[in-house]
Nanobody
């Protein structure tokens, strides 16, 4: 069982930055690939970024590539999402998720691959 708790969301102006954190319980954090998804009002949840258990392989949605960076600190059981040059269309609830299965792009992008989810943190980009 893994419990995930996100933090770091808030209100930011366009062009600004935020860093989201997701703290995980348990002693086998490095066994899980981690992903960040987001859901805007009236839209389906969408993939944003993912990182392998070792932290060496990352994937990004085209919409965030070059602006967002996913990373993890396995000693702290935490995964991060650094978000720069934020745009109003980045406004959403952001969720972190953990997947104990094999890590590859097709699996990382699919929300159904993930076994555990956090409660979400709101990110609002507005002037």
């Amino acid at each position: 069982q893994v419990q995930l708790v996100e933090s770091g969301g808030g209100l930011v102006q366009p062009g600004g930055s935020l860093r989201l954190s997701c703290a995980a319980s348990g002693r086998t954090f490095s066994n899980y690939a981690m992903g960040w998804f987001r859901q805007a009002p009236g839209k389906e949840r969408e993939f944003a970024a993912a990182v392998s258990g070792s932290g060496t392989v990352t994937y990004y949605a085209d919409s965030v590539k070059g602006r967002f960076t996913i990373s993890r600190d396995n000693a702290k059981n935490t995964v991060y999402l650094q978000m720069n040059n934020l745009k109003p269309e980045d406004t959403a609830v952001y969720y972190c998720a953990a997947d104990r299965g094999p890590y590859h792009l097709g699996r990382a992008r699919a929300s159904g691959s993930y076994d555990y989810w956090g409660q979400g943190t709101q990110v609002t980009v507005s002037s």
